[in-house]
């Protein structure tokens, strides 16, 4: 029988928070990793897995999106498992589906830690990982050996640090080779703040360049999916420029948004925090991200995924209600751990 959501919630927040946010020292980064690690070690147990699968509730109703049919409105963002690390239990935690990556082509390391902040008083996190990961050979490989799964699953890629961004294209080109037939879809990934020129492949002329090459790549093969993620920080003009952009390359839909580099909506007792380099996510983006799904959801027909401060179901609710198809929690996730997810499958229900 699935626990109750006061179980849930109240289990998560009294006991595995604090747990979760001491191991390491209470460092983010290593609690992180010690975590994904557990979830690739009980992904190995099958008994194990059906028991929590019994305890939390299910993604609530099909929906489909772009060709695509997910079990659920709720997904995992783009870079909690950048690996492919607990891909036999996400859908077991009530996910409809999970993004995986940012993976880019070649293997790296990311940049120098500390590079992970959480910002306890405003439901914020300040990141400028830098794209760590090991190489979209390794997540195709993973996805492999773990055969198929009960929900689809995102590969979102993006460039490797070492190549220059005029040589982007190339890079973009390998990992969707390398990951296309385990992919269900893909994100395009050009507005991370934490990879230097990156957010440039925005621009108009780079990225219709870029969606084209992708978008024939996918055509000539498999026809995946390809969706654009966003930064909030975009200016309406440079939105409307990407929509613009997305539609004749024939992209199949928006993802928005990733991190800000805005630091408004931080509490006064993180402001030591706030000059920290990097993306800010959290409670203070789910303003803007709303924003920016609404002016996509007006202005054209692609599909909408929502990302960006999605802390409560009533703020999963109003990214449904400004027009996104789907939502996806990172912040929130590691603030509220899965009663959020229940709660958002209860409230988002087609
Ligand atoms: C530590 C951290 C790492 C992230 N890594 C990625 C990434 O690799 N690729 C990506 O597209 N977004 C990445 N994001 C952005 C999230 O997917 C999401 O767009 C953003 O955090 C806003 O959602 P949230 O407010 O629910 O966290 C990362 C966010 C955080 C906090």
Do not use: C
């Amino acid at each position: 029988m699935a626990l109750p959501r006061w179980a849930l919630d109240g289990g998560y927040r009294a006991a595995m928070r604090p747990l979760l946010f001491r191991v390491g020292g209470g460092d983010a980064e290593t609690a992180h990793h010690l975590t994904l690690r557990r979830m690739a070690q009980l992904g190995d147990h099958p008994a194990a897995v059906r028991s929590l699968a019994a305890a939390l509730p299910r993604p609530a109703g099909p929906v489909e999106v772009a060709g695509v049919r997910f079990p659920g409105r709720v997904g995992l963002a783009a870079g909690v498992d950048k690996d492919g690390l607990g891909v036999k239990v996400w859908e077991h935690l009530g996910f409809g589906h999970i993004e995986l990556g940012t993976v880019t082509a070649q293997a790296q390391p990311g940049n120098p830690q500390p590079r992970l902040f959480r910002l306890r008083g405003s439901d914020a996190i300040i990141n400028r990982m830098g794209f760590n990961n090991d190489g979209a050979r390794a997540l195709a490989d993973r996805l492999a050996a773990a055969g198929p799964r009960g929900i689809p699953i995102g590969v979102s890629i993006g460039k490797t640090k070492a190549t220059p961004v005029e040589d982007a294209i190339g890079d973009y080109l390998t990992s969707l080779a390398l990951l296309d037939e385990h992919a269900d879809y893909f994100a395009v990934n050009v507005s991370s703040p934490n990879t230097p020129g990156l957010r440039t492949l925005q621009d108009k002329e780079p990225l219709a360049e870029l969606l084209a090459e992708l978008v024939t790549a996918t055509a000539a093969r498999s026809r995946t999916p390809i969706f654009v993620k966003i930064a909030p920080d975009l200016t309406d003009g440079a939105i409307d420029d990407v929509l613009e952009v997305a539609q004749r390359a024939d992209a199949s839909g928006i993802i928005a948004t990733n991190t800000t580099l805005s630091r408004d909506g931080i509490a006064e007792v993180d402001l030591p925090l706030a000059d920290e380099a990097g993306g800010l996510s959290g409670a203070p983006l789910t303003r803007r991200s709303r924003y920016v799904v609404q002016r996509i959801a007006e202005r054209s027909k692609l599909p909408v995924i929502g990302v960006g401060g999605v802390m409560t179901a009533d703020d999963g609710r109003a990214l449904i209600d400004a027009g996104a198809s789907l939502v996806q929690i990172y912040s929130g996730f590691i603030y509220r751990g899965p009663a959020l997810v229940a709660e958002l499958n209860r409230a988002l229900a087609p």
